[in-house]
């Protein structure tokens, strides 16, 4: 099968996976992870989860403006109520670390 495939390819065509191949192999595996843990040094743990839990909300604001995706009013009051809560976490204080659990507990 995988000599069928590439004896039926033309040159563009191999040209085209190679250069998918450096994509994936530079930005998504190489780039990507090393400016994720570089940005999460930054920005603490806490901060850092609240980013990573909203990818779902940016993966489908991008396909709606991208792909032209439909989302009803429980999408966009979601994606609102979200966006609220990301918010309301992102700007909370930080906890005393010389305060004792039983008095800093929210």
Same mark, same amino acid.
Do not use: H
């Given at each position: 099968?995988?000599?069928? $495939?590439?004896?039926?390819?033309?040159?563009?065509? +191999?040209?085209?996976?190679?250069?998918?191949?450096?994509? =994936?192999?530079? !930005?998504?595996? %190489?780039? !990507?992870?090393?400016?994720?843990? =570089?940005?999460?040094? /930054?920005?603490?743990?806490?901060?850092?989860?609240?980013?990573?839990?909203?990818?779902?909300?940016?993966?489908? @604001?991008?396909?709606?403006?991208?792909?032209?995706?439909? %989302?009803? @009013?429980?999408? $966009?009051?979601?994606? /609102? +109520? $979200?966006?609220?809560?990301? $918010?309301? /976490?992102?700007?909370?204080?930080?906890?005393?670390?010389? %305060?004792?659990?039983?008095? %800093?507990?929210?």
């Amino acid at each position: 099968e995988t000599l069928d $495939f590439l004896s039926n390819t033309s040159a563009d065509d +191999l040209k085209l996976v190679g250069i998918v191949a450096l994509w =994936s192999g530079l !930005a998504v595996n %190489c780039v !990507a992870p090393y400016l994720q843990v =570089s940005g999460q040094q /930054a920005v603490g743990p806490a901060r850092a989860q609240i980013l990573y839990a909203s990818q779902p909300l940016w993966a489908a @604001i991008m396909s709606f403006f991208l792909l032209g995706e439909a %989302c009803g @009013i429980e999408g $966009f009051s979601g994606g /609102a +109520l $979200f966006l609220v809560a990301m $918010f309301l /976490a992102a700007t909370a204080e930080n906890p005393d670390p010389n %305060c004792p659990a039983k008095e %800093c507990e929210v």
